[in-house]
């Protein structure tokens, strides 16, 4: 897809089909993630692929809605805080280097036609359970990955000008 056309089409996919995500997709995807910039090149996240098949208990632990858990696979996005680039006033940027890499996952899911969502409500004690995670490592972010079942609603955005501020001219 041509970018700006990806950027208008990726939507929070909120109903999922069962259907395989195949391998050479997922890679792809994968490596678009893996080209993130991270502040350093620190590149301090890990993300932790699980099949849904059979967990739905599980799953229901860490975020309780039917369409979590109806995409073949689900991403745990994760940050290494001790190993992210600290700014001299003590402000960490590992979460930014997390969802940097998380958008360049989701955007190449979305040109593939695959769907995804951003997930931040979720339990994270049940996620460090259910994913394994070590100590050092800190969930931040989840999204499903599969093929869409719904369709996306109008973009509801605040106007340019609320966002933008112009003190160069
Ligand atoms: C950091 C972040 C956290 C989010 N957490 C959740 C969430 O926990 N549950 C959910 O259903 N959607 C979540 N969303 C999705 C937003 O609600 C959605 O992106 C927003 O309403 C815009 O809609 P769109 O993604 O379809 O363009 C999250 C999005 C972001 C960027």
Redo the contacts with the bound molecule.
Sequence with gaps: MEFTELIQK???V?AYKSDPVEKDKLDHILEAARMAPTAANRQPFRLIVTRTEGRISDLKRV?D?DWFFQAPLIICACAYPEKGWVRYDGKSYVDVDV?IAMDHLILAAANLGLGT??????NVDAARDVFGLPEELDPI?LSPLGYPKDQ??P??RKALSDLVHYEIW
Excluded at 117 to 122: K, L, P
């Design positions: 990726r939507y929070s909120r975020y809605r969802a969502c951003w997930i931040a409500s979720f972010v996306p609603s973009k509801e």
